[in-house]
């Protein structure tokens, strides 16, 4: 099992689409055997999703991240574990142990606003690109 964690200063890094690092960690029986910090070397949401793809991870932990990152995720059956704060290590730990606390609809929230016609624009790092 490969778990990422957006990573930033030992936390969980918040925004997905803007994440320069990530720390991987190696998984075997519930134990994390090792990690590693690794740069994305791309930015927006289709990079960073196919960087995960390609360095077969199946699990990711994050902050907040958009929809379109969701579904890139969801294709690379990439499970989400979104909506996570505080230390990086602590929250694998966590979801190793069945405790970590995470948001299933979490978003870039800080990107959505409210119009008065009640419409939700998203734009969280630019358009779906498949």
């Not at 991870?57 to 929809?67: A, F, K, R, S, Y």
């Not at 989400?80 to 995470?102: I, K, P, Q, R, T």
């Amino acid at each position: 099992m490969k778990i990422a964690v957006t990573y930033d200063n030992g936390e969980v890094f918040q925004h997905f689409g803007h994440a320069e690092q990530f720390k991987m960690y190696y998984v075997e029986d519930g134990t994390i055997q090792s990690s590693e910090v690794v740069s994305t070397n791309g930015s927006g949401h289709s990079a960073i999703a196919q960087f995960l793809v390609d360095n077969s991870v199946d699990t990711l932990i994050c902050g907040g991240i958009g929809g379109c990152a969701q579904r890139a995720l969801a294709e690379g059956n990439i499970k989400l574990y979104g909506g996570v704060v505080g230390n990086a290590d602590e929250a694998v730990s966590a979801l190793l142990s069945g405790s970590l606390v995470f948001d299933p609809n979490a978003k870039c929230s800080h990107h959505e606003h409210s119009h008065a016609e009640g419409e939700h624009h998203h734009a969280c790092g630019g358009h779906c690109h498949h």
